[in-house]
RNA sequence: GGGCCCGUAGUUUAGCCUGGAUAGAAUACGGGGCUUCGGACCCCGUGAUCGAGGGUUCAAAUCCCUCCGGGCUCGCCA
């Protein structure tokens, strides 16, 4: 609201400085000065208007910032150039009564965004069944997960699938593999199909001729597919692809993951869907054919041709895939989805038919490799690192954390908070990261507890849940008769500005988040009110001030603090304990 | 070789879309603070030729070009 009228008066003034409409004008955005000593929002408008007016951008600015002082824009206390900005200097008094009264009615919907009513199908994580979700899957799942929250706070409503890839080599390959060993039943699902899995890729290396049994198990999944029959081999498809399945669901549930909707790429092959998306291709005079049929995808600037079948009849992923985003698409307003490097060309290629065929194409969100010190990971080799793995040792280290700092003596009770400190632990190490930077995965950083981002923002939570425990005790005692309409009636010192000032960013940092579809965002600010909140705590003291009014001040930043904390964090599937 | 992505303190990184004030933070390191509103803390300090070189601009980490280093990709695999 400040910051609209700040631009509307600004607007005003250059309309009568250059006689230019808004439209037509330079466009004025405010941001933050480096300090507080020079204000809390500037402009660079003098600099840009410099070669219009044909005067220097200090003087500029300097008539602008004098003129608008007179004008009294509300929420501004004061205007000043300085070196050709114009800074805007905020009452402190008011801005905080506000914005804490709105941080408080508003509680666990502060910072909402208002519905969009655009229905938005994202998907994500969509491994393959053949063995345990390791950490590089991780970085799709926690990117995937939050921007739903992300985006559902933002206003929209966003439906998650699972895209099983259930008709692969890869799925062949482990329908043949349980024929041949044994699955071991103690293991956890997904990690026994990844022991069979690695058993059958070693034996078909061995022997090559049993290349063809793999070729033949797929043509039968997809024949009884396509006469949606059901028989041996469906069953045996079906059965080592939930039995996996089951298995992801369970370490996804431990990073707070749940899908709405799992969808299997085999129900296009028996709805007729992939039939049809290859007949339409063939019809848009763009398939030339050799052995194969290839699709000619240069008009999109695209050199490589797409296969449309093998030459045994199968259907190809990409062509099961351009199915299913017809399907999907036509099901939303918008699709996003996330995806690995590795799959950019594929991408590329399923969007450029989409559009060929006319139909809305999914936006997508790449992030780039997890690797080992030692090289790439690879599920065929059995070299990775398991999510499962990652979180069990996340957990154990975090009990034995708490149990170090006795904050809970029930067993269960601190497995619970223990449980918290690791999801977001993994969770947060994934999610602060661009996913655009190739990450190396080291023991020692992700288990760091002391160190790392999250447990510090978490316990920042924890502290305020303490303080406010406590003033609440402290106010019953003494029966103070505080005005609880009027907080803020001081000068507020810089680490109490600083603070308030970045509780009231969450709003703008959620549509920022979601218009952009970065969800590190929100992870880089909700460490940022960690740390504003720290210093505050730090130097300011809450229940052994004397002065009254500061100390119901200081417990609404606590309250308000502990508000942002819990619902940024929220958005990043990561649940706050009270005590840590 | 072609295409795409990455390269910012010792380390992990923010900022790059939309160019502007001494490049922000964490960690590590050095110093200080326990009469702890829970020290997973606070305060001060050291540490960055923003991969290199050109260009555009009053102004470049940010935009353009070239090069270097790393990753991914270029299958009738997914």
């Known amino acids: 609201m400040i910051e609209k009228n700040i631009i509307d008066a600004l607007y005003k003034k250059i309309n009568i400085l250059t006689g230019e409409s808004e439209e037509k004008m330079e466009t004025v955005r405010l941001e933050e000065p480096p300090s507080l000593y020079l204000g809390d929002y500037s402009t660079n408008i003098a600099f840009r208007l410099a070669r219009v007016l044909k005067k220097s951008p200090m003087v500029i600015a300097e008539e602008i910032a004098d003129s608008l002082k007179s004008e009294n824009i509300e929420g501004i206390k004061d205007i000043k150039a300085v070196n050709g900005y114009i800074n805007f200097f905020l009452d402190y008094n008011s801005y905080s009564k506000k914005g804490v009264k709105k941080i408080l009615d508003e509680k666990n919907n502060f910072g909402r965004g208002e519905e969009k009513n655009k229905k938005i199908i994202l998907e994500h994580t969509s491994a393959n069944p053949n063995g345990p979700l390791h950490i590089g899957h991780s970085r799709n799942a926690i990117v995937g997960d939050s921007l739903k929250r992300v985006l559902e706070f933002a206003g929209y409503e966003v439906e998650t699938q699972y895209y099983v890839n259930d008709m692969g080599r890869q799925e062949a390959i482990v329908v043949f593999g349980l024929d041949k060993f044994k699955l071991d039943e103690n293991k956890k699902p997904d990690h026994a199909i990844g022991e069979v899995y690695v058993e059958a890729n070693k034996l078909l290396n061995e022997n090559p001729e049993l290349e063809e049994n793999i070729l033949d198990l797929m043509k039968k999944y997809e024949e009884s597919s396509e006469k949606n029959e059901e028989n041996e081999i469906t069953k045996k498809f079906e059965y080592a692809v939930n039995y996996a399945l089951n298995g992801f669901k369970e370490t996804l549930k431990n990073l707070n993951i749940e899908h709405d909707k799992f969808v299997w790429e085999s129900s296009y092959v028996k709805n007729g869907m992939v039939r049809e998306v290859i007949k339409n291709l063939m019809e848009t005079g763009k398939v030339e054919k050799d052995e194969v049929y290839r699709l000619d995808l240069s008009d999109f600037g695209i050199e490589k041709k797409l296969v449309l079948a093998r030459l045994n009849g199968t259907s190809l992923y990409s062509t099961r895939d351009i199915a299913y985003h017809i399907d999907k698409m036509k099901n939303c307003d918008m699709g996003i989805n996330i995806l690995g490097a590795d799959h950019k060309l594929t991408a590329e290629m399923v969007n450029a038919s989409l559009k060929l065929l006319g139909y809305n194409t999914p936006e997508i969100v790449f992030y780039e490799f997890i690797s080992l010190p030692e090289g790439s990971m690879s599920t065929r080799r059995g070299r990775f690192i398991s999510i499962d793995e990652l979180f069990e040792e996340a957990k154990t280290r975090a009990i034995e954390e708490v149990k170090k700092r006795g904050v809970a003596t029930d067993e269960d009770e601190i497995n619970e908070i223990a449980h918290k400190i690791a999801t977001g632990a993994v969770r947060y190490n994934i999610v ?86 970065k969800p590190q965002i929100v992870a880089n600010y909700v460490l940022d009110v960690a740390q504003a909140f720290n210093r505050f705590y730090g130097n300011c003291p809450i229940l052994k001030e004397k002065n009254q009014n500061i100390v119901y001040s200081r417990l609404k930043l606590v309250e308000c603090t502990k508000t942002v904390i819990e619902n940024g964090l929220n958005i990043l599937g990561i649940e706050c304990p009270g005590k840590m």
């Open 432 to 517: 602060r990261i661009s996913p655009e930077k190739p990450m190396v995965f080291r023991w020692n950083e992700a288990l760091d507890f002391e160190k790392v981002g999250c447990p510090v923002i978490q316990y920042a939570h924890a502290r305020c849940c303490r303080i406010l425990e406590n003033g609440l005790n402290n106010e019953h005692n003494n029966n103070s008769n505080i005005d609880i309409n009027e907080p803020f009636d001081y000068e507020l010192n810089d680490n109490e500005k600083i603070l308030i000032k970045t509780l009231l960013k969450f709003p703008k940092v959620v549509e920022k988040s979601a218009d952009v579809r």
